[in-house]
């Protein structure tokens, strides 16, 4: 079974706007770290944002929100004032605790156009 | 601060030619390492990680192997290239107590 399932391929928004991004996850842990990364057309991932299973505040970096829904098992990405250079993919991602040294599970990314 | 350098950027290799890539990271002491592929639109795949000099873990098996003679060197190598081993591969490293992983620019290999 699929541990992250990111089921939005590609996802468009205008300047200035706000977007959610969508990831569900899978796990039987109870300790677990979700992830958002970045990765623009050149191909670097670029680490955006963290959340742990027991933080029980949303994690915030910025513009960067991860709207935290442990019950429903979702770990959405917000981007608020999206601007143009938030256009690349995204790859939602899990650890868990008790797995291999930090290995990450990663969905298939989610395509962002931001268009003016 | 720290940084990761992967090297080459891209590389063209024939099918059967064999193949080295290497990571290697400033800045950290004994930090996990980890090799990724990601082929063309999916996510990134897990191939090897390290916790240390010579300590070598693979999680697919494959024509693939992955050295670590150094604290901060990762090295990515194959006797024979296939056709599919074509992608794009990341290195990327953890602090041992930390979360976040960090990764490298990546290189794009094309097997022919």
């Known amino acids: 079974a699929q541990k992250i399932t990111q089921t939005q391929p590609g996802m468009f928004v205008q300047e200035k706007e706000a977007v959610t991004l969508d990831c569900t996850y899978d796990t039987s842990d109870q300790s677990y770290g979700l992830f958002w990364y970045k990765q623009p057309s050149s191909g670097e991932m670029i680490f955006l944002i963290y959340q742990g299973s027991y933080d029980e505040q949303n994690a915030t970096e910025g513009r960067y929100s991860l709207n935290f829904q442990k019950a429903r098992k979702s770990a959405n990405l917000v981007i608020s004032a999206s601007q143009l250079g938030d256009s690349a993919m995204y790859f939602c991602?899990?650890?868990?605790?008790?797995?291999?040294?930090?290995?990450?599970?990663f969905g298939r990314g989610t395509q962002l156009t931001v268009w003016p | 601060s720290q940084t990761i350098h992967q090297w080459p950027a891209t590389l063209v290799q024939p099918v059967g030619s064999p193949l080295s890539l290497e990571c290697t990271v400033e800045g950290t002491s004994n930090p996990n390492l980890y090799w990724y592929r990601q082929a063309a639109g999916r996510g990134l795949q897990l191939l090897f990680y390290?916790?240390?000099?010579?300590?070598i873990s693979s999680e697919v098996p494959q024509n693939l192997s992955a050295s670590r003679p150094q604290d901060r060197q990762f090295i990515l190598s194959s006797k024979k290239l296939l056709l599919s081993d074509s992608g794009f591969y990341l290195c990327?490293?953890?602090?041992?107590?930390?979360?976040?992983?960090?990764f490298g620019p990546g290189t794009r290999l094309t097997v022919l």
């Open positions: 991602a899990m650890n868990e605790r008790g797995s291999t040294l930090g290995r990450l599970y």
């Open positions: 390290s916790v240390g000099i010579g300590q």
């Open positions: 990327a490293w953890r602090r041992t107590s930390g979360n976040e992983q960090f």
